[in-house]
Antibody
Framework: EVQLVESGGGLVKPGGSLRLSCVASGFTFSSQTMNWVRQAPGKGLEWVSSISSSSSHIYYGGSVKGRFTTSRDNAKNSLYLHMNSLRVEDTGVYYC????????????????WGQGTLVTVSS | EIVLTQSPGTLSLSPGERATLSCRASQSVSSSYLAWYQQKPGQAPRLLIYGTSSRATGIPDRFSGSGSGTDFTLTISRLEPEDFAVYYCQQYGSSLTFGGGTKVEIK
């Protein structure tokens, strides 16, 4: 059974930093592109970042580029999101998601999701 | 950036009725790289449809997707009680963006 478990969320002040983690099980983590998607309270979904299986390609959404860094450790089946210079508008639930059916594009769909971890940016 | 506009914002229907959800793109979506997700309160989204019309694993055949270019549709042929939820479209042909969602509620 595929499982994705996020952790590391919490309350942080504007300008602060936080590191989220996602531990995967039930599939060959090292073969899959992984992703972060977030959702502000009561709002829709926003793609944050994607990282290829070998970390050779990493992509970011425009609102987080230059502030967030995605990495992974295939030996630990783990995905990370390092968030710096946090803003109030970064508040939300952050989901770790596995890439869906293979596509020829750089980015794709998301077929398995974790339950999310809540990040609150407030003074 | 491709902007996806979903309509209506809310759809009020009864179980057994047909639901038709629209997703319109600000520019053509390459090779129909359009997906649909379902999200229930307090839960993570679930992939329903990818590549405009392919059902994801385990998705019942009452869910179908169609469209091309800038206009896409998710149809639920007969609503079951568990289908009342929020639905999002997503394009992945040019970077990646989501629509704002359509809530399907019980009338």
């Amino acid at each position: 059974e595929v499982q994705l478990v996020e952790s590391g969320g919490g309350l942080v002040k504007p300008g602060g930093s936080l590191r989220l983690s996602c531990v995967a099980s039930g599939f060959t983590f090292s073969s899959q592109t992984m992703n972060w998607v977030r959702q502000a309270p009561g709002k829709g979904l926003e793609w944050v970042s994607s990282i290829s299986s070998s970390s050779s390609h990493i992509y970011y959404g425009g609102s987080v580029k230059g502030r967030f860094t995605t990495s992974r450790d295939n030996a630990k089946n783990s995905l990370y999101l390092h968030m710096n210079s946090l803003r109030v508008e970064d508040t939300g639930v952050y989901y770790c998601a596995r890439d869906g059916p293979p596509v020829p594009t750089a980015l794709g769909t998301f077929d398995y999701w974790g339950q999310g971890t809540l990040v609150t940016v407030s003074s | 950036e491709i902007v996806l506009t979903q309509s209506p914002g809310t759809l009020s229907l009864s179980p057994g009725e047909r639901a038709t959800l629209s997703c319109r793109a600000s520019q053509s979506v390459s090779s129909s790289y359009l997906a649909w997700y379902q999200q229930k309160p307090g839960q993570a989204p679930r992939l329903l449809i990818y590549g405009t019309s392919s059902r994801a694993t385990g998705i019942p055949d009452r869910f179908s997707g169609s469209g091309s270019g800038t206009d896409f549709t998710l149809t639920i042929s007969r609503l079951e009680p568990e289908d009342f939820a929020v639905y999002y479209c997503q394009q992945y042909g040019s970077s990646l963006t989501f629509g704002g969602g359509t809530k399907v509620e019980i009338k």
